[in-house]
């Protein structure tokens, strides 16, 4: 099931606390938004960060760099919609 970036946000979006989080974050996201968006310590959002097929780009020696709109597809498979 193949949805656009649009339509994933559309459907995350429909809450409207979930709309207000997505609003906010910034286009590329680092290891603090990625905290603030789960409300997860680093060290769990770090693992989290660090599982295949996760979009992360790594821009230094921890730093970690997450395009916003990857991130919303990754989060729409495989923490919101299950098959």
Not at 26 to 43: A, G, R
């Amino acid at each position: 099931m193949e949805h656009t970036v649009d339509e994933i946000r559309e459907i995350i979006g429909s809450d409207s606390d979930m709309a207000q989080k997505i609003n906010s974050m910034p286009y590329n996201m680092q290891l603090e938004d990625l905290i603030d968006f789960f409300n997860f310590c680093e060290s769990t959002t770090r693992k989290l960060a660090r599982q295949l097929g996760f979009p992360y780009m790594k821009t230094g020696i921890s730093k970690i760099l997450v395009p916003r709109l990857l991130f919303l597809e990754w989060y729409y498979t495989h923490c919101f919609y299950r098959k």
